[in-house]
């Protein structure tokens, strides 16, 4: 009997554990809809702040407005695949974060992984961007940002990678898009 009892004690604790380690968003899009899932435990600065955005319902209105792909990205030397998106207005968007690098948190930049977008070390805000297919180049030590820090990365994709791929196809002129693909709304799912 003191068997069962630990073990239920076990599962009831691993359970709180892990039920609580990841939340739940849903961003609405014009080209329809992508779950997500964030990792507070790992990425717990990057999470919380995009986290800030989404309960203050920041993200409603921007949009989608840049693509990597093959032919857009065919003369770098560096070549990636994401799609770009969370403009908020300046007047809008929060002090920049702290980097959490993919060496700091584990997680790295693989099919569907959401990031973080930065112009330099500890300048990123609202924009994010999601990987389509692997980009090792983006991780810690990777040779996409010249300051080898790489992005943080702080969830992925768990429904929705169609509407991804439809984003990354829209006519884009050197990246961004002719015309951004709304964001209506980005939301905690329960």
């Known amino acids: 009997m ?5 073990l239920c004690l076990l599962v009831t604790i691993t359970f709180s554990a892990f039920g ?3 939340i739940h968003c849903l961003i609405k899009t ?11 435990a790992k990425a717990p600065v990057t999470v919380a702040n995009f986290m800030r955005y989404v309960d203050k319902k920041l993200y409603t209105g921007s949009s989608f407005f840049r693509v990597c792909t093959p032919a857009n990205e065919a003369d770098r030397k560096v070549k990636i695949q994401v799609i770009q998106g969370g403009n908020v207005p300046d007047s809008l968007s929060l002090d920049s974060i702290k980097i959490e690098t993919t060496k700091f948190t584990g997680l790295l930049h693989k099919n ?7 112009s330099g070390p500890n300048s990123a805000t609202s924009q994010f961007f999601i990987c389509i297919n692997d ?21 992925k994709v768990i429904e929705g990678m169609d509407v991804v791929k439809k984003i990354q196809a829209q006519k884009d ?11 209506y709304s980005v ?3 329960e």
């Open 2 to 6: 003191k068997k069962i009892a630990v």
């Open 20 to 22: 609580q380690s990841t």
């Open 30 to 40: 014009g080209l329809g809809d992508i779950a997500i899932e964030l990792y507070p």
């Open 112 to 118: 569907g992984t959401l990031s973080m977008a930065r």
């Open 135 to 155: 980009q090792p180049a983006l991780d810690y030590g990777g040779a996409r940002n010249p300051d080898g820090q790489g992005f943080a990365a702080f969830g």
């Open 173 to 183: 002129t050197s990246q961004y898009l002719v015309k951004p693909v709304k964001i």
């Open 187 to 189: 939301s905690r799912v």
